[in-house]
């Protein structure tokens, strides 16, 4: 917990310190907003601490921990306009606060700029590595976006769909954080690989645990509204799980209650949340998460490094997962 | 000419040869409509001309000039969406067709793709170089467009703005493919400035070209309506030059002209016009257009490379401002 909080501080410290001051000012503004709106900090910490688990001393890779956390916020600034979002962490999406073309914009220039965060991140020599995983990553995470988009208009998604559109739309970034810092370290790329897997397989996890928290999360602990994703008929795991064991009679009831925009919104969590109840759905997807998160502990295992330093990995793994069902 | 038509061709059957085959099909289907819609390559052409400057054979810069071309169509498509264009080159928009989130996403993802073009483009040692200029050019085209956007409800600007925005926006790109195609050579580096220093003046003698011709084109010859941009009240050169150069009435007069939304397009167009012939401002922009090329063609004469190849340059200059006037 210590080093994490340790890192948190230590990455919002760089960040304030670096502020985009070019002109036009109208181009940069929004950016410094998004940046400055807050959040866990959940991607530079573990770029550093994959750093670290192969070098010491986390102040090295404080560039590719900006630059993996001005991505992260990249891709909020679009999918916010995609989603026709109003709000984000509470304030004004940028969009909202500077208008849809001025958040396209400064997008494509946060963009630009995640690359010359990746060219101050490691010695000439590395750029080329880094950049070409760092593309691969990038790509993944448009891609799971398109099908996230494309899966709100279909009427049949299967599990392994869902689960490959939330490895690439979520995961892919997590493990892809912890595989940036690895290779500015230098990491061999056995280790490299399997601290990435190890950052995917928890990444999906915890989005299964998000799904799950959407419905029976603790209104008092739970961020958001409870029942969110019903009210917005989301396919969500439980969801497709329902569907995926329900009975034909069952299934049709939950379809037509999922599409019904006349019953009033509270009526339409419990009668959806009652099924899954029925169905034993939360137990379902409790054990879909922990067989990823085994396969991200197993592959964490495997990684030449000392132990203590997995332990902080563990740690943060087990606090994303900590909020109560 | 024959070398120019000869590159054309050669990316043309490059560009032909390289589609995007990844999924989902909905992300990449947008971007090979958009780039096999067609244009002169000419940012791809100026690459490859400012790789053969200094090395044999044109092969080894096609997947620079890849990179340029498909940096300039992630402009084409966003700035389509900013400006609600429903048409280009004749054919629906890429959000005309596909909507403006798949438009945003379809181009973030080919700005992503750039830097794999780029990664290709040169051995790894020299990655950091190419992508650290490609980042500053990339940068100043975006400053480019939220000037532009900027100026649109501004109501002062000055001349000297206004030749900022169009280096920023239209020939920071030019110079910048013919200065990435010289560092793929492993030119000397004062020779890249020089090159770069060319393609830029010559950009904006260009974009000054193209201002006139929206007023004084030949309907037959120029591609778009004539007096476009007086209908949409566009701070061109034209328009600024007439203000600075009227006096105190005729500017009221031509200030009223132009917001005036009740007056018939053809009116408003020969009366702008007549405006223009009163002050002379027809020559005025060639001085100015003349001035920018001859600061191109000195700097293009001190570049240390064979004659031959830089008529070859002069030549596509005068090509791009043949059209009559």
């Known amino acids: ?78 999918d916010d306009i995609m989603d026709q979002a109003p709000l984000r962490r509470g304030k004004p999406t940028v969009h909202e606060r ?31 590595a880094l950049i070409s995983a760092f593309n691969r990553i990038a790509v993944e995470v448009c891609q799971g976006q398109q099908y996230d988009m494309e899966f709100e208009s279909r009427q049949e998604v299967a599990i392994e769909e869902y689960i490959r559109m939330i490895e690439l739309k979520t995961a892919a970034l997590l493990g892809g954080s912890l595989q ?19 950052g995917r397989q928890i990444g999906i996890a915890f989005q299964l645990h998000d799904d799950l928290l959407d419905v029976f999360g603790d209104p008092g602990k739970f961020g958001k509204k409870v029942g969110g994703d019903i009210v917005q008929n989301k396919k969500t795991f439980l969801v497709l799980k329902a569907l995926e064991l329900a009975d034909e009679a069952t299934r049709q009831r939950l379809r037509s209650l999922l599409v019904d925009s006349k019953l009033p919104e509270t009526d339409k969590i419990s009668a959806v949340t009652a099924l899954f109840e029925q169905l034993d759905i939360a137990r379902h997807t409790e054990i879909a998460k922990s067989t990823f998160r085994q396969q991200a ?29």
Chains 1, 2 share one sequence.
């Not at 396209?104 to 080329?128: K, R």
């Not at 230098?186 to 897997?197: K, Q, S, T």
């Open 297 to 325: 502990y197993d592959s964490l295992e495997a990684v030449q490094a000392p132990n203590a330093k997995k332990q902080v990995l563990m740690q943060l793994a087990e606090l994303l997962m900590e909020r109560e069902v």
């Open 1 to 78: 917990m210590q080093q994490i909080e340790t890192y948190q501080r230590l990455f919002q410290q760089y960040l304030s310190s670096h502020p985009f001051k070019s002109e036009p000012v109208s181009l940069y503004e929004p950016i410094n907003y998004i940046m400055e709106l807050g959040g866990k900090r959940l991607r530079p910490v573990l770029a550093l601490l994959g750093y670290t688990m192969f070098e010491e001393g986390p102040e090295k890779a404080l560039p590719v921990a900006y630059a993996v956390e001005l991505f992260h916020n990249f891709t909020l600034v679009h």
């Open 180 to 198: 940036l810092g690895a290779i500015v370290a230098g990491a061999p790329p056995v280790d490299i690989e399997r601290l990435a897997f190890f």
């Open 98 to 128: 500077y208008g849809a073309n001025t958040g396209i914009l400064s997008g494509d220039v946060m963009l630009i700029h995640v690359y010359d965060y990746l060219l101050q991140a490691c010695e000439p020599a590395h750029t080329h």
